[in-house]
């Protein structure tokens, strides 16, 4: 008897989502896409690859499917590397959370997902020594008397005074953006970040929510970076997946 293929899982879409023609799954020889029907939810699977890696390859056919399958109805997509030992098995989870994956994907239907991430900008080391004493004194204190000890207590002022002057930036983009979008969730920490978030918002106000980035970089360049990504698969708002 042959024991059962564990199965690659992309996502979770309603039962009469198709998989777009032409698309191709993960591994160096993708196997065959399809729809594992479930009550009103299918879940879109391929057989797993024997060797599954983190390649740029397979990432992107993972996202790129996610996206093709947001652009004919609402989808749960999983995060890369969902593997599930047997068909069986996913179906049981299908069946047992009905209500809340019909609940999520109405909530991502025609939506899509923006990723901002802020971070400080050494332009405005001019405006910091201007606007906080502490890092003037200790950068005239410096050029009086260098020395590391005085060069490192210079350093880790001007590092937080710039960290702190783009966190304020940060909040006050946030709020703007949060009046376009529909729901914003905080990600993780991101090492030199001082803002990770994720907004969903309806994907026929990408061009306003971009201009309000935009607009917003242009004017507090001495204050921020901004690094905008997207539009992404709704993995942030998927909620009662599998």
Same mark, same amino acid.
């Given at each position: 008897?042959?024991?059962?293929?564990?199965?690659?899982?992309?996502? +979770?879409?309603?039962?009469?989502?198709?998989?777009?023609?032409?698309?191709?799954?993960?591994?160096?020889?993708?196997?065959?896409?399809? /729809?594992?029907?479930?009550?009103?939810?299918?879940?879109?699977?391929?057989?797993?690859?024997?060797?599954?890696?983190?390649?740029?390859?397979?990432?992107?056919?993972?996202?790129?499917?996610?996206?093709?399958?947001?652009?004919?109805?609402?989808?749960?997509?999983?995060?890369?590397?969902?593997?599930?030992?047997?068909?069986?098995?996913?179906?049981? @989870?299908?069946?047992?959370?009905?209500?809340?994956?019909?609940?999520?994907?109405?909530?991502?239907?025609?939506?899509?997902?923006?990723?901002?991430?802020?971070?400080? /900008?050494?332009?405005?080391?001019?405006?910091?020594?201007?606007?906080?004493?502490? +890092?003037?004194?200790?950068?005239?204190?410096?050029?009086?008397?260098?020395?590391?000890?005085?060069?490192?207590?210079?350093?880790?002022?001007?590092?937080?005074?710039?960290?702190?002057?783009?966190?304020?930036?940060?909040?006050? +983009?946030?709020?703007?953006?949060?009046?376009?979008?529909?729901?914003?969730?905080?990600?993780?920490?991101?090492?030199?970040?001082?803002?990770?978030?994720?907004?969903?918002?309806?994907?026929?106000? @990408?061009?306003?929510?971009?201009?309000?980035?935009?607009?917003?970089?242009?004017?507090?360049?001495?204050?921020?970076?901004?690094?905008?990504?997207?539009?992404?698969?709704?993995?942030?708002?998927?909620?009662?997946?599998?």
């Amino acid at each position: 008897m042959t024991a059962p293929r564990s199965v690659y899982v992309y996502g +979770v879409v309603r039962a009469s989502h198709a998989v777009p023609p032409g698309r191709a799954g993960v591994g160096e020889r993708p196997a065959p896409l399809r /729809t594992l029907p479930a009550g009103a939810l299918a879940a879109v699977i391929s057989d797993a690859p024997d060797r599954l890696r983190a390649k740029r390859r397979d990432l992107l056919a993972h996202q790129d499917l996610a996206l093709a399958l947001a652009a004919d109805g609402p989808v749960l997509p999983m995060r890369f590397g969902m593997v599930a030992p047997d068909e069986e098995s996913v179906r049981r @989870q299908l069946l047992s959370s009905q209500h809340e994956c019909l609940v999520a994907l109405e909530r991502v239907d025609g939506r899509v997902e923006m990723n901002l991430k802020a971070l400080p /900008t050494e332009t405005g080391l001019d405006a910091l020594v201007r606007e906080d004493p502490q +890092v003037s004194r200790l950068r005239t204190a410096a050029r009086r008397a260098p020395g590391y000890e005085a060069s490192v207590r210079l350093g880790e002022a001007v590092a937080r005074g710039l960290e702190r002057r783009a966190a304020a930036a940060a909040a006050a +983009v946030l709020a703007e953006l949060s009046a376009v979008a529909d729901a914003e969730v905080h990600g993780p920490r991101v090492e030199g970040c001082v803002l990770n978030v994720s907004f969903l918002l309806d994907r026929r106000e @990408q061009r306003r929510f971009r201009g309000v980035v935009e607009r917003f970089a242009a004017g507090h360049r001495d204050r921020v970076e901004l690094r905008l990504t997207g539009p992404l698969p709704c993995y942030s708002f998927a909620e009662g997946r599998v």
